[in-house]
């Protein structure tokens, strides 16, 4: 086997590495750009929110390994959508009891919201407690892909992947297609026009705020495949989902793709180039200078203010 | 071309928001002293033209001169400083600081970061807030929170904010906008009265009003000079016909 | 089930404080009559908080923030530790009361507490910190106001203090044995260090670089530093098939741990193709990891709770009673579970607990009963100790497949920075 | 003299709070609590310096930086470089290879100190260094961000990455930085033990000292037409363009500005504290800072110092008292008073208890209390007269939109 095949092989397989941080970055994204889309701010308790996903991963493998081992290769699927319930619902409770009552005030609810972490984070700390866990996973999903002998496509990057793109797209067609889709919107670009007009906007708020928080939940459980199920494990995503979100801006799905793309290929190229500490701050660099020259994200909507 | 009569010339001006041209090449001349009215149905760019004078939208093509300084590439303070006064279509003030202040701040002196450490409230400020204040009907109310007046009293407000800086050429965004009648007809003397000794862009939309005031008459349409001239001529313009009733 | 710490903890303090009113009348004989011969005017010289009956200490670890993943397992053994102690007597017939304190994963507040402790409680001695910069933190005020400390964690070295006893393993011990037996069991050439970004990671991937370019004639392939949190190890799994090395050398910390682990094997670098040799996955980390995504590879410390000998089997036994059947041991616990009984055994050949004393005293006191086997501490603070091999299993342990000699502790070494 | 008692001491009624701030401190406190309550209190009093200047930037600026530990971290690493070179003379650190350097280079293979240590050699040199290094880096993110109008969350995470930025090169450049655990083991200041009982007092009243030059400093700015103008752009940037003003000057000046506070406080931080690590560079610390300011009131100077006190006390006590439980009371602290009280104790003190004061004096100062939420029943209605309302600490303010005015 000559030495360029094999380079060819890492290439590829750099390749598919690029687009996975891509999709990774993606998925813990998604959640947060549409509450960021709806409310315009950054909600700090994101990264918990992912982290009850993966607990709910976790809670689902012990109980499939305790009662119906048989099921195991399968709880995989129900623990995401359990993640989704769970996020849904403590993030419709949450919009309830406090970011309702800041929507005028979007910095202070990026403070009420860091409050909001601590709590959760002591929270998962008390019951579960302060060592991290791990969910067993299906065989199936932590397997390679060898299309050729030198190449190995990991399956779980394959997995987030796909749930990435179906997600995504899912997204897409409730915003851009649905009804509610169109009620978000127009929330988004005229509250009070929209409230004038028979849109229950308390309802659209609600409901946004806690579809992004069961998307958060839905990127945890997924993240149980490639990271750490522990109370703090949330707040290792967050500063990448807060870069990415505010990369893409508040006006679209497209922006969060856009940027989350732009990111994750400056990360995994200059990764591979340099240590990974230099290449973390090249793009973040990277990011500060791109915000510098489009000061409300790469996809802003140019209209007349 | 702009020759030395003329406060503002706008030459071949377009900017277009993601291929749509809010403005479309458009000339535009006014005379020193005069008080131009600008009209035109809803998105026909009267707001996108001034926006593109002061310089809050860049242009993408074309020329602002004003007293033969180009605009167009100027920041927007610069502009200002050069005499160009801006007031916005809703009343903008800063509805935490009193009446007095909110002149006060718009007095062209100390607006560096030093010069406004180092500034005083000079008798002269003081006279100036007064004799301001007077003239825009709201000397009584000069020690009141801003956000206290009601709205036609906040338009009168930023109309007196413009005064403070005593510009050259001052533009207005519908004036009149939420006025009682009593109060378009106050303000109506007040601009005559300011007009003097200044050039000005108004764009208003009240007919009855613009013949009030209006030296003269442009009617834009789709980002474009649909017609130009006194009043009555326009109003008998068949192709202003058209538009405002056409459709 | 949702496994609650603190309130497990409180049962247990609850069993022990019945256990021990149950004592009383059975430990008050010997116990005064101990107590009596050592009068506290005697053993107590510098206003330490020490009575007639009761010995005062510190703990202070983080209970919350990042580290109390790591931290709680220290906590745990610790406690029990005491427990044991004050149950058979305690010290020089003096019962072992504790004050928690919580770094909270942050340095000033355990440079804070750390003073608390010292300066308002007046503890005998403190058992804490986790990482290297907590005890950063805390050294000056140690040593300026004179306490002792009983530090658990396998460090860097290139430190020693009076005022600190160092139950983990330094760099060169863990390091040096656990490269020569890969070397020499592999016939590996080529190693590829991988480290969390910070000061241990790097100052042990140093000496391990030194030992392996300079002992061992090999060759150092790649070295590469992520920040701690990196959750996204792609790049380098690749430069690692591109380079191919005989040995992955990692010292990977925190949640990127897990991250690590699992992208390399789902990427298919398993032992099966790939030899990895870590010093920093215990028995902790392994909860998190997953035994499955780490089976097969070669981690090298001083205790793993496989090991089989009568100690650790006693040890293991108690410990799980204490906090659970489900509770595991990483090396770091197990050095926590050290730091009281040296410190016993210290004040009871100083006969005293002041802290110059026993700093004196230290040097030379030997532990029969470590679950680790036998330990000395050495001039300079630190233990002698073996270094072993273990194997990842499925099941989260570790199977032992190595032992050295005991390891002089060496935190300056020469030759080697 | 006049223009001064009431533009800097804020009148009658801000020359009291000033006072009062100032027994406590100096009379109070150090008689109260022993020595080492009292070095807590003189480290919280370095954290008071960055609640006060975000006071300025945030509260009256309305630019939330979410990365003042950038600002710290620097004055700290600044004063802390100085103190490391002193405490590394050949004799202590003959043991190392290199003798005379800091011992962290000894240990990664540095032989010689690095080009930009050398000016900490000279105490003049650090103290230019401790507010020029700070002062130059906001700066440049201020014209670089504030010209090109970035604002609002932009911003604040804008902050966030560079805070996050200056962490990992920090921790990443260990043999030059000390790395993770930081530059440690500080001993003297150009001759003077630092660590002693007495040079504890002394760097507090310091502290003090400086943090009340600050307020007054800040009061100053205040009452001047910058303070007014940040109001005004706070609320209607473009209004303040239009008036001719260059904006991103202000927002930059004001920056600037907090980022000194900040990085005073970290020098002095350092020197009480012995030690300067990374962590006080990252986000977290950075987001609490933000807390101080919020809890104390973001509209008042003095409130601010006062709440960093209460949080930090808060901290501490709770962390002794339940350590599993305080992160849920301090979570649940500043949601309830983001929610509830967005002028914190400053707001409270306006709107509850000097009312109630007055009620209680007699006075027919106020006779109706102002509810909370409640746009302040404020001297400025219409046919009242225009008394301003007696509020050194902050004006009372609504709970949605703050309204405010010059306090001072």
């Known amino acids: 086997m000559s030495w360029f095949s094999e380079f060819g092989a890492i290439l590829a397989m750099q390749g598919f590495n690029g687009l996975s941080v891509f999709c990774v970055l993606l998925l813990m994204a998604l959640g947060l750009a549409i509450i960021f889309g709806q409310m315009g701010v950054i909600n700090m308790a994101h990264g918990e929110f992912l982290t009850i996903g993966a607990y709910t991963t976790y809670l689902f493998s012990s109980l499939t390994t305790s009662y119906a081992p048989a099921f195991a290769p399968y709880y995989f699927f129900f623990a995401i959508a359990g993640a989704f319930l769970i996020a849904f619902c403590v993030g419709y409770l949450v919009e309830w009891g406090l970011i309702r009552h800041l929507y005028r005030r979007p910095l202070d609810t990026l403070l009420a919201t860091w409050g909001l972490s601590l709590v959760m984070q002591q929270a998962f700390r008390s019951t579960f407690g ?101 109370p703090t494990s949330g707040s290792l995503y967050i500063v990448d989902t807060f870069l990415t979100v505010v990369l893409g801006g508040a006006a679209s799905l497209a922006g969060t793709i856009a940027s989350a793309f732009t990111i994750a290929q400056t990360q995994a190229t200059a990764e591979f180039f340099m240590h990974g500490s230099m290449a973390k701050v090249l793009t973040l660099s990277a990011v500060v200078l791109i915000l510098m020259m489009r000061p409300q994200g790469l996809f802003s909507i140019k209209v007349r203010r | 071309m702009a020759k030395a009569e003329l406060a503002l010339a706008v030459e071949g001006l377009t900017v277009s928001f993601d291929g749509f041209k809010a403005v479309d090449d458009l000339n535009l001349y006014v005379d020193q002293n005069e008080l131009r009215v600008v009209i035109g149905p809803n998105g026909a760019g009267k707001t996108t033209l001034l926006d593109l004078i002061c310089g809050r939208t860049r242009a993408s093509a074309g020329s602002v001169k004003f007293k033969d300084k180009e605009l167009t590439r100027m920041p927007e303070h610069q502009i200002v400083r050069a005499g160009v006064g801006r007031k916005f279509q809703t009343p903008s003030i800063y509805e935490n600081l009193t009446v007095f202040e909110n002149l006060e701040v718009s007095f062209p002196r100390g607006r560096t970061v030093f010069g406004a450490m180092t500034f005083r409230r000079s008798s002269e400020v003081i006279e100036r807030v007064h004799r301001v204040a007077e003239e825009i009907y709201l000397e009584d109310r000069l020690e009141n929170a801003a956000e206290l007046l009601s709205h036609g009293q906040k338009q009168w407000l930023e109309i007196g904010m413009l005064l403070m800086q005593e510009p050259e050429l001052m533009m207005l965004d519908e004036p009149v906008a939420g006025m009682s009648v009593t109060e378009r007809q106050k303000t109506a003397e007040l601009l005559n009265r300011i007009a003097v000794g200044r050039s000005m862009i108004v764009i208003e939309h009240d007919m009855e009003f613009v013949e009030n005031i209006a030296h003269k008459v442009t009617v834009l349409h789709q980002g474009k000079l649909l017609a130009e001239g006194s009043m009555e001529a326009v109003q008998a313009n068949p192709k202003v016909i058209e538009v405002y009733l056409g459709h | 089930m949702p496994i ?110 750390a003073k608390k402790l010292l300066v308002n409680d007046r503890v005998a001695a403190v058992f804490g910190c986790w990482t290297s910069a907590s005890r950063k933190a805390v050294l ?278 | 003299m006049k223009t001064i008692y009431r533009n800097v001491l804020g009148g009658k009624a801000g020359t009291l709070d000033v006072l009062v701030l100032a027994a406590i401190l100096f009379a109070v406190f150090p008689f109260a609590l022993d020595p080492f309550r009292l070095s807590l209190l003189g480290k919280y009093l370095c954290y008071a310096f960055v609640a006060v200047g975000l006071v300025l930037c945030w509260g009256y600026g309305g630019i939330l930086s979410l990365g003042q530990g950038v600002f710290f971290g620097l004055g700290g690493y600044c004063m802390a470089m100085y103190l490391k070179l002193e405490a590394s003379d050949p004799v202590s650190t003959k043991i190392q290879s290199t003798p005379g350097i800091p011992d962290f280079m000894d240990w990664n293979q540095i032989t010689s100190l690095p080009w930009f240590w050398e000016p900490f050699k000279s105490l003049p040199l650090t103290v230019i260094a401790v507010l020029l290094v700070p002062a130059l ?68 009243y310091a502290s003090g000292v400086l943090l009340i030059a600050g307020i007054l400093f800040g009061r100053f700015l205040i009452a001047s037409k910058v303070g007014k103008l940040l109001l005004a752009m706070r609320d209607k940037e473009e209004r303040v363009r239009f008036s001719g003003y260059d904006v991103a000057n202000f927002k930059v000046f004001v920056f600037v500005v907090a980022a000194l506070f900040a990085a005073v406080g970290g020098a002095l931080f350092t020197l009480q504290v012995g030690f300067m690590s990374p962590s006080f560079v990252g986000i977290v610390p950075s987001i609490e800072m933000v807390i101080f300011a919020a809890v104390g009131g973001r509209m008042s100077l003095i409130g601010a110092v006062y709440g960093t006190l209460l949080v930090n006390f808060g901290k501490t006590y709770f962390s002794e008292t339940f350590p599993s439980l305080w992160l849920y009371f301090m979570g649940g602290l500043f949601i309830l008073v983001v929610m509830l009280f967005p002028n914190g104790i400053a707001g409270l003190m306006d709107s509850h208890v000097r009312p109630w004061l007055a009620r209680r004096r007699g006075a027919r100062l106020r006779n109706a209390e102002t509810p909370a939420d409640a746009p302040p029943v404020d001297s400025s209605l219409p046919g009242t007269a225009t008394v301003r309302s007696p509020s050194p600490l902050a004006p009372g303010e609504g709970a949605s939109t703050p309204r405010v005015q010059p306090a001072h």
């Not at chain 1, 299906?138 to 002998?149: I, T």
């Not at chain 1, 297609?177 to 929209?194: C, D, Y």
């Not at chain 3, 305690?90 to 000033?108: F, M, N, T």
């Not at chain 3, 005022?163 to 040096?176: C, F, L, P, S």
């Open chain 3, 140 to 417: 000056p005020v140690f040593e300026k106001e004179n306490g002792m400390l009983y530090y658990p964690t396998f460090y860097e070295g290139l430190e020693q203090s009076k005022n600190v006893i160092y139950t983990g393993q330094e760099a060169t011990q863990q390091i040096i044995a656990g490269l020569d037996w890969i070397a020499k069991q592999k016939n590996a050439k080529t190693f590829f260090l991988i480290g969390s970004d910070y000061i241990w990671p790097r100052t042990s991937n140093k000496i391990a670089r030194k030992h392996i370019e300079n002992v061992l004639k090999g060759k150092v392939v790649g070295e590469e530093y992520y920040p701690l949190g990196t959750t996204q190890f792609g790049s380098l799994i690749n430069k690692i098939k591109l380079q191919k090395p005989d040995v992955v050398y990692a010292i990977v910390v925190g949640g990127s741990n897990v991250a690590f682990y699992k992208q390399l094997k789902a990427a298919g670098v398993t032992s099966d193709k790939q030899t990895l040799l870590t010093i920093s996955v215990t028995e902790d980390e392994m909860l998190g990891i997953g035994g499955e995504n780490v089976e097969g590879f070669y981690a090298a410390m001083k205790y793993f709770q496989a090991l089989d000998n009568p100690n650790n089997k006693k040890f293991v036994e108690a410990f799980k009673a204490k906090y659970g059947e489900k509770s595991v041991i990483g090396d770091v616990t197990q050095a926590a579970y050290l730091g009281p009984w040296l410190w016993k055994a210290a004040v009871e050949k100083a006969g005293s607990f002041d802290i110059d004393k026993i700093a004196a005293a230290s040097p030379g006191i030997e532990l029969k009963i470590a679950p680790e086997g036998y330990v000395k501490i050495h001039d300079n603070h630190h233990l002698w100790s073996k270094t072993r091999i273990g194997v990842a299993q499925k099941d989260g342990q570790f199977k032992v497949v190595y032992e050295s000699g005991l390891i002089e502790p060496n935190p300056f070494p020469k030759g080697y920075q």
């Open chain 4, 137 to 204: 880096l906001a700066f440049i993110i201020g014209v670089a961000m504030f010209k090109r109008r970035v604002k609002d969350v932009y911003f604040s995470i804008v902050t966030q990455a560079i805070a996050l930025i200056l962490s990992v090169l920090i921790i990443g450049q260990q043999g030059m930085t000390g790395g993770v655990n930081g530059i440690t083991d500080l001993k003297t200041l150009h001759g003077w033990d630092i660590r002693s009982d007495s040079a504890k007092y002394i760097l507090y």
């Open chain 3, 4 to 113: 609650d710490e603190s309130s497990r903890i409180k049962n247990s303090r609850r069993r022990e404080v019945l256990r021990v009113i149950a004592a009383l009348p059975l430990l008050a004989l010997p116990l005064s009559a101990l107590a009596q011969q050592f009068p506290t005017t005697k053993v107590n010289t510098t206003k330490l908080a020490v009575t007639d009956g009761e010995v005062t200490v510190g703990q202070l670890h983080s209970a919350t923030g990042t580290m109390a993943i790591s931290e709680t397992g220290s906590i745990q053994a610790e406690r029990l530790a005491i427990d044991q102690i004050n149950a058979t007597g305690g010290v020089l017939g003096r019962k072992i009361k504790i004050i928690q304190e919580d770094g909270a994963s942050d340095w000033p507040t355990f440079a804070e507490k």
């Open chain 1, 130 to 230: 302060a060592k991290e866990v791990s969910a067993t996973l299906p065989d199936w999903l932590m397997g390679s892909v060898k299309p050729s002998e030198s190449i190995d496509i990991p399956i779980n990057g394959l997995f987030v992947m796909g749930l990435t793109v179906i997600l995504t797209g899912m997204l897409a067609l409730l915003l851009y297609r649905s009804q509610w889709g169109l009620r978000v919107r127009a929330t988004t670009q005229n509250r009070i026009m929209s409230g004038a007009v028979g849109i229950n906007t308390r309802r659209v708020d609600r409901i946004t705020f806690a579809l992004g928080c069961g998307i958060a939940g839905i990127a945890g459980a997924a993240f149980t495949t490639i990271g750490s199920t522990g």
